[in-house]
């Protein structure tokens, strides 16, 4: 019933941006926030940032807050990731996920077992 399909990855040098995106859709899409994951070969997939689609809180990984920042488009239902100061600890393959209901914990917006919905995937290579 939903899908969310990522765009924007690709390669970058080292201290580069990329602006990755994600479209949602489906007949009744409706969800209370949206998170972006990633993955690197060998490593489990962890947290990046996310945002509730109103009221627009956001909430972010230690490792990318200062150089990443999510933001969202209601009307397109789309939901962005702008970042900046690329480094090569940041190449990873990066899914978009979306939940569903009210997230009672500021904990939760970084758990992968909160969210409902993933996308298939953009990847992000960075370069040195």
């Known amino acids: 019933q939903v899908q969310l399909v990522e765009s924007g990855g690709g390669l970058v040098q080292a201290g580069g941006s990329l602006r990755l995106s994600c479209a949602a859709s489906?007949?009744?899409?409706?969800?209370?926030?949206m998170g972006w994951f990633r993955q690197a070969p060998g490593k489990v997939r962890e947290f990046v940032a996310a945002?509730?689609?109103?009221?627009?809180?956001?909430y972010y990984a230690d490792s990318v807050k200062g150089r990443f920042a999510i933001s969202r488009d209601n009307v397109k239902n789309t939901v962005y990731l702008q970042m900046n100061s690329l480094e090569s600890e940041d190449t990873a393959v990066y899914y978009c996920?979306?939940?569903?209901?009210?997230?009672?914990?500021?904990?939760?917006?970084?758990?992968?077992?909160?969210?409902?919905?993933w996308g298939q995937g953009t990847q992000v290579t960075v370069s040195s």
């Open positions: 489906g007949r009744t899409f409706s969800s209370y926030a």
């Open positions: 996920a979306a939940r569903v209901w009210a997230i009672s914990s500021i904990s939760d917006y970084g758990r992968r077992g909160a969210y409902d919905y």
């Open positions: 945002i509730r689609w109103s009221g627009g809180s956001t």
